[in-house]
């Protein structure tokens, strides 16, 4: 009985912000005061017309879809070879992948943030691009990864042997088997981009994302009511991909390990088998 | 072409490999290696450019100045604290979860505890920022209970609560996985050994456990030090983290050398950490 108190009380603690956030996109007033004086959505037009906020969920959309491009490839590669390969430093690939959200992220941002200097590039879409994909590979290499595990090479050769050709048997038969792992990967990747914050800060320069944005007007206090619907969004917007991978990758239950820790990198281990 | 690949694996492997080792030695692993040599690196007072020759001067700084002490230690403090305290709240959670709720429950708990993970960090410290504030829920609630009034928004015990929010899923999911791992006949060995509730806990399930809270513990230990968005929003004035200065140096001094030099803290720190928790068996617990 304790332990169900506990568990409820739990709950409680993890929700209730995440209500509270999401009452405070509806409160009429311009003062960020309890309790709310009632609910209105007059906001939301208000936010929709912001050519601020418009801009900079733009360059958060284009920054989360390019990274995401790049990481599908890239860590879709990265999971064929460990998984079909033996080599010298296969082992350390995974340890490798994971670095850019398993250190503190104000590492992995000033790294970057020194590699753009080093290199004198300016600030711009790329470089924020570079920094998400860095840290996007790895969610999609862990799902492709642990769903590769699943498949049985065998495939591939009875396709070989029966005359399809390298480019015909990953069209048809190697493709079909993990799309489902790489769009979770993929959507958990856009998810991971569309919401970072600390990595960008370092990659962005003076170029607003989504999230950096809101950051700089919660910090001055400015346009808080129009804050608050973009963080209703924001929320909304980031779990849809979560629920839809989680859907895509039932049988490997790789959402739990998902990314944006250092969990990641040892993800299929995370409570495997414990998937309730 | 491609029966030529199929006979020679050393190359398929190396073309599959050749794309992610080039982004990531090229750029990651690339920078964190100038990142620390900058570390050794100094700025010219007079023209703010770069000095690339070797000196300890900014490691020197970071000891002389009682200032970077103070901030290293709190920041250290405050992720032990969470630490802490995520243990204290996730344990009996995960305990729940994994032995005492229904196949059902479980599988609800599993979304739930899901969900926070990954609806947005900032999303989550902000709506903190509303409920300690002055005219938050928090003192809403305090004052119409009749208890006057609690000040804890901007300070260091916001951050701990706030830290200890964000990352409790951190800490929840490889203790619940660890818990499950525990076979009944354990713990049933235990009880009939005469060995009831809290003895069986400290003697039997938590050496089993220890390497999943070492685990979970990374989590929790290594974000609050490389943080400084949560100290930024809810913390005060006394409440500078390390990560703090570095986005200081970086974006508005233009230090880089000095903020490399800080933020070794925080790596070699989390380095030993690893070490420690790799030896007690924490890794195949993650």
């Known amino acids: 009985m304790a332990f169900a108190a506990w568990a409820v009380l739990i709950m409680l603690f993890l929700f209730f912000p995440i209500v509270i956030i999401m009452l405070y996109a509806f409160n009429p007033s311009n003062v960020q005061s309890w309790p709310l004086s009632g609910l209105s959505t007059r906001w939301f037009s208000s936010t929709w017309h912001n050519t601020e906020v418009r801009q900079a969920l733009w360059l958060s959309v284009r920054a989360g879809l390019l990274a995401t491009a790049i990481a599908m490839i890239l860590g879709t590669m990265a999971a064929f070879a460990v998984d079909r390969f033996r080599f010298f430093g296969r082992e350390a690939v995974s340890l490798v992948l994971v670095l850019p959200i398993a250190l503190p992220g104000i590492i992995t941002g000033m790294a970057l943030n020194s590699f753009i200097s080093f290199n004198s590039l300016t600030f711009s879409l790329l470089t924020i691009v570079i920094g998400h994909a860095t840290f996007c590979i790895v969610t999609v290499y862990n799902n492709v990864l642990a769903r590769l595990r699943r498949t049985q090479s065998s495939l591939m050769e009875a396709s070989m042997d029966l005359g399809a050709d390298g480019w015909q048997t990953f069209r048809f038969v190697t493709l079909p088997m993990i799309a489902t792992a790489l769009v979770a990967g993929g959507l958990l990747a856009f998810a991971l981009s569309f919401d970072e914050i600390v990595v960008t800060t370092f990659t962005a320069g003076a170029q607003n994302t989504l999230p950096i944005w809101v950051f700089a007007h919660i910090r001055n206090g400015q346009q808080l009511p129009q804050v608050n619907v973009v963080v209703l969004f924001v929320i909304l917007v980031s779990l849809i991909p979560v629920a839809l991978a989680q859907r895509l990758t039932r049988d490997t239950g790789m959402l739990r390990s998902g990314a944006r820790t250092p969990a990641a990198g040892a993800a299929p281990a995370i409570g495997a088998g414990s998937a309730p | ?286």
Not at chain 2, 116 to 127: G, Q, T
């Open chain 2, 1 to 286: 072409m491609s029966a030529a690949l199929f006979r020679r694996p050393w190359l398929r492997a190396g073309l599959l490999l050749s794309g992610p080792t080039a982004w990531f030695v090229l750029i990651y692993l690339g920078a964190l290696f100038l990142l620390f040599l900058s570390a050794l690196w100094s700025v010219d007072s007079f023209s703010g450019k770069i000095v690339h020759s070797w000196t300890f001067a900014n490691f020197e700084t970071l000891f002389k100045v009682s200032a970077y002490r103070t901030i290293a230690l709190r920041t250290v403090g405050i992720a032990a604290a969470v630490t802490v305290t995520d243990i204290l709240l996730a344990v009996p959670f995960a305990f729940f979860a994994a032995r005492i709720a229904s196949r059902r429950l479980q599988a609800a708990l599993f979304v739930a505890v899901l969900i926070p993970l990954w609806s947005s960090y900032l999303v989550r410290v902000f709506a903190w920022r509303l409920i300690l504030a002055k005219d938050g829920i928090l003192n809403w609630f305090v004052g119409n209970v009749g208890l006057g009034s609690l000040n804890i928004g901007y300070s260091n015990w916001a951050m701990w609560i706030v830290f200890s929010y964000i990352w409790l899923p951190f800490m929840i999911l490889p203790v619940w996985a660890a818990i499950e791992r525990v076979p009944d006949s354990f713990i049933e060995a235990s009880a009939d050994l005469g060995a009831r509730g809290w003895r069986s806990f400290r003697l039997v399930l938590l050496p089993l456990i220890l390497p999943g809270i070492l685990a979970g513990s990374i989590f929790t230990f290594s974000l609050t030090l490389g943080d400084f968005i949560t100290p930024t929003l809810v913390g005060g004035a006394g409440s500078t983290f390390i990560g703090n200065v570095v986005y200081q140096e970086v974006g508005i001094s233009n230090n880089v050398p000095f903020a490399a030099a800080f933020a070794t803290v925080p790596l070699v720190i989390m380095g030993i950490y690893l070490l420690i928790a790799r030896r007690l068996g924490a890794f195949e617990a993650l």
